[in-house]
Every structure is written in C-alpha cells, then in structure tokens.
C-alpha cells in the first residue's frame, strides 16, 4: 500500500468535483507508467458513492475517511486525519485540488511534515521515476520545471489542466475503510451555517462551462457588463472577465480567467474587448475554439484567435444578442 500515486477527492452533489475528475485522469496514467496503484482518498461522512464512482473513474484503491466530524471541510481535523494517513502509508505522490480547502490543507501538511509542495501545477512530466512539476512563473511568461527533492512529493492542480477521466463501471478496485479517530476536542471551528452563494446558476458552472464570454476593459466601466451578461445569458454561457474587470470589483473575482484566475477549457472561448495579455491568453489556451472581439486589429488576442472580428464591441454585441434571441425563438 506504501509508495503509491494519491489523489485527494473533491466532491460536489454525488459526484467528484470536475477538477478531481482531471486530477484522477493524469494520475491514472502516472501511476500505470511507474506501475504504482492509484489511491483515491475520500474524507467526509457517508461518502460510500464518491467512493464507488473514484473507483469508476480509475481508482485501484479506495481510502474512505469516513466520520461525522468530517462532513464539512475544516483545517484541523483535516490536517491531523490526513498526517496519520499519510505517515501509515507514505505515498510517492499527493495530488491535492488547487481549491480553497484543497490549498489549506496542502500548505498546512507541508508546514507540518517539512515537505516540498508544488503550488498551481498546470503539468506533471514523468522523468524516470522522477516527477517533473511543471508551473506558469514570471507572470506565466515562463513555464518552470521543478523538482521535489522530500518524499511523499506534494502537488496541487488547477482547473483545465488535464481532461477529466472517463466513467467505466466495470472499473474494479478495492475500498479500504480507514478508522478516524477524532473527538470535539480536535474542533475548535465550527460551521454554524452556510449561506446559497447568489451567484447565478450560468455562473456556478463557469469551470465546466462549455461555452464562456468573457469581458475585457473594452467596456470601459461596469455600467456596460450587462452587454456581456445579456450575450451570455442568449448563447446559454458562463460568464468570465479579465483580471482588471475582476479588481475593478465589475465581475466577481471567483470568474476571472487567467493564471492569477482559473484555467478554463470551455468548447467555446469568447473575449470581447479583452487585448490576450499573456496572463490571460495561458489561461484559455486550451480552448477548443477562440473567437476574439476587439476594436483593434492588431491586438495579441487576434494571433491565437481561431476567428477574429474587428468591430466595436458597443456596436456588435447588441445586434449579436438580438440575433441569437431571435433564432431562438422563431
Ligand atoms: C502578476 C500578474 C498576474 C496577472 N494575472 C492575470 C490573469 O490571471 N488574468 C488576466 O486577464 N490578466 C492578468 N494580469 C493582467 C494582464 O497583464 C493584463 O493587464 C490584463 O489581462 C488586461 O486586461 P484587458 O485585456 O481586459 O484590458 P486591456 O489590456 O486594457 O485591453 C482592452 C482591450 O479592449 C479593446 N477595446 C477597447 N475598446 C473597445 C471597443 N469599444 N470594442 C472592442 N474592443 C475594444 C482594446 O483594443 C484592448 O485590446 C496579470 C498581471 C500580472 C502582473
């Protein structure tokens, strides 16, 4: 059981989050090239189906952390579950997701265990048996190679990455169940409640949205984000924005595409009024199809665009909204 790849799994209503789907895919074939098993851990309570579907979706074994004082994520309880498991079974490798939770948690253990973690990966390079972790730099000009020189080797993965692992159940693999012990003397936070996030449901999809507008510094000023809404909202899409848009408080900053953002993958990529920044551009690199609106012809966004329109985005997007409405209601 020692010496394995592990992948932390992330779950949302019944299924493992997108991300933990990408991160199971890239491990998978890791672990089959240095004939290593992968290992999904499951934490939380009553977990049995994310349990089932790791193993759907390529786990060879499954370590299910099941106890009530999991059910939601909070650092201490997390971090002491994850240090015993971690020093029962020393793994090769840990992937954790560059979530929220899946950041704390990383950190915390490496603090913990003096480890090396690689934050962000947008790559894992197999070199022998050697892992090379591949992360954006100088402002994700730059793509550095890093190596983890401390055993169990720590990484976290961002969204779009990898594609996800496809579903097969007639995967076999094996569900360990782990004895937690915890006691309310390892909580000193609790959750008390959760309050609905009131973004829009077009919006809660944005990582796995197949198709994304997102708005630039084109629109000048906030009062014109409703163009952008009102285009998505006809196409069906999320929306995203550039970074400045983010800090200018115009669009929330959990939508902001880029290497500071989130890596999107959608079928279709649409900025309008945004220049392709390299900040931005290796955020949407792995786009199936780039259609670039902006004003200016010369602009960098054009040389990865698969479709370019010169136009004012004042101009077009309104006649373009209409349209798409109106087919889609005759
Ligand atoms: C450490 C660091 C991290 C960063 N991370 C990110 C990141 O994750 N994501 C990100 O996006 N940026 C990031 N940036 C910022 C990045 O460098 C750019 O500044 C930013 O992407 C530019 O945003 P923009 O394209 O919206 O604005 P601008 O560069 O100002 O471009 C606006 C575009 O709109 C066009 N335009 C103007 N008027 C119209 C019109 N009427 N119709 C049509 N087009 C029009 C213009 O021709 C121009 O091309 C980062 C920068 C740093 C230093």
Redesign the pocket.
Same mark, same amino acid.
Request: negative net charge.
């Given at each position: 059981m020692s010496n394995n790849i592990w992948v932390v799994i992330e779950n949302a209503e019944n299924d493992l989050t997108e991300l933990s789907k990408e991160m199971m895919n890239k491990a998978k074939a890791i672990a089959k090239t240095l004939n290593k098993k992968l290992v999904a851990v499951v934490s939380g309570y009553n977990e049995e189906e994310i349990c089932n579907k790791s193993i759907a979706y390529g786990a060879d074994l499954v370590l299910n952390c099941n106890h009530k004082l999991l059910k939601d994520y909070t650092t201490l309880p997390y971090t002491k579950v994850f240090n015993e498991i971690i020093d029962k079974y020393n793994p090769y490798l840990v992937i954790f997701p560059a979530s929220v939770n899946g950041r704390d948690l990383a950190g915390r253990l490496c603090a913990k265990k003096n480890l090396g973690l690689v934050a962000e990966c947008s790559d894992l390079k197999l070199d022998g048996e050697d892992i090379k972790f591949i992360r954006p730099t100088f +402002? @994700?000009k730059l793509f550095s190679d890093i190596r983890v020189t401390t055993k169990p080797m720590f990484a976290t993965i961002g969204h779009g990455a990898f594609s996800p692992a496809k579903y097969d159940n007639e995967n076999k693999g094996e569900i360990i169940e782990e004895k937690v012990e915890l006691t309310d003397a390892d909580i000193l936070t609790e959750i008390l409640s959760k309050i609905p996030s009131q973004v829009k449901e077009s919006e809660l999809i944005f990582e796995n949205a197949k198709i994304i507008v997102s708005g !630039?510094? !084109?629109l #000048?000023k906030s009062k014109n984000w409703h163009l952008i809404e009102e285009f998505a909202d006809a196409l069906g899409a999320s929306v995203g924005a550039?970074?400045?848009?983010c800090d200018l408080g115009i669009c929330s900053s959990d939508f902001? #595409? !880029?290497?500071?953002?989130k890596n999107v993958s959608p079928d279709i990529y649409i900025a309008v !009024?945004?220049? @392709? *920044?390299i900040?931005?551009i290796n955020?949407i690199k792995k786009s199936k199809l780039i259609i670039a609106?902006?004003? +200016?012809p010369n *602009?960098p966004?054009f040389q990865i665009a698969h479709y370019g329109i010169v *136009? +004012?985005?004042?101009d077009i997007l309104p006649k373009l909204t209409e349209k798409i409405n109106k087919e889609k209601n005759a």
């Open positions: +402002d @994700g !630039g510094m !084109g #000048v550039s970074k400045p848009i902001q #595409v !880029g290497v500071t953002g !009024g945004i220049s @392709g *920044a900040q931005h955020g609106i902006n004003s +200016d *602009a966004i *136009a +004012d985005l004042f």
